[in-house]
T-cell receptor
Framework: KQEVTQIPAALSVPEGENLVLNCSFT??????LQWFRQDPGKGLTSLLL?????REQTSGRLNASLDKSSGRSTLYIAASQPGDSATYLC???????????FGKGTRLHILP | NAGVTQTPKFRVLKTGQSMTLLCAQD?????MYWYRQDPGMGLRLIHY???????AKGEVPDGYNVSRLKKQNFLLGLESAAPSQTSVYFC??????????FGQGTRLTVV
């Protein structure tokens, strides 16, 4: 059974810092891995999608990497801003059964 | 472009009542998913579908049924609501395993 873990569960950093959010998965047979952002009381917004054949994807100040062999993905946020405060979720699409399995998220707070 | 639309956005049910949540997507996506999100539990997959007329169980299917009679719609049914089904429900769709798009959620309270 695939398990997706995100550590830490919560993180507070001063504005302007670069930071890394971690996502690990137990089953490397994934089709892709997707990072989402969720603001309180809102839905999920897709940030980045990495196919299993890719190593990283970039969008603006965000960079996501994928290492299938070690079962890890990271989301790098450069020059953090208070508007980046949200919960960040990673999700793995499984090859075997097409399920999308989520981690529990990292709640990020950027201090002004 | 509407994307993924969930109906209703809010609902309060009494224990034992039934209801159906509707998810509609206008992107011609094959894959559709229903999740529930609870504090401390994250998003858990209830049921999903990989095409019109198909459905499959996720992690927490008990107490729910689904139907995918039309490609653009995925219905989630609660036959006899229980307080444990109080949650926020999210629907998602994707094209053949690519980027998944989510609806804005349905907040359901069972009293």
């Amino acid at each position: 059974k695939q398990e997706v873990t995100q550590i830490p569960a919560a993180l507070s950093v001063p504005e302007g810092e670069n930071l890394v959010l971690n996502c690990s998965f137990t089953d490397s047979a994934i089709y892709n891995l997707q990072w989402f952002r969720q603001d309180p009381g809102k839905g999920l917004t897709s940030l980045l999608l990495i196919q299993s054949s890719q190593r990283e994807q970039t969008s603006g100040r965000l960079n996501a990497s994928l290492d299938k062999s070690s079962g890890r993905s990271t989301l790098y946020i450069a020059a953090s801003q208070p508007g980046d405060s949200a919960t960040y979720l990673c999700a793995a699409l499984m090859n075997r059964d097409d399920k999308i399995i989520f981690g529990k998220g990292t709640r990020l707070h950027i201090l002004p | 472009n509407a994307g993924v639309t969930q109906t209703p956005k809010f609902r309060v049910l009494k224990t034992g009542q039934s209801m159906t949540l509707l998810c509609a997507q206008d992107m011609n996506h094959e894959y559709m998913y229903w999740y529930r999100q609870d504090p401390g539990m994250g998003l858990r997959l209830i049921h999903y579908s990989v095409g019109e007329g198909t459905t499959a169980k996720g992690e927490v299917p008990d107490g729910y049924n689904v139907s995918r009679l039309k490609k653009q719609n995925f219905l989630l049914g609660l036959e006899s609501a229980a307080p444990s089904q109080t949650s926020v429900y999210f629907c998602a769709s994707s094209l053949d395993g690519r980027e998944a798009f989510f609806g804005q959620g349905t907040r359901l309270t069972v009293v």
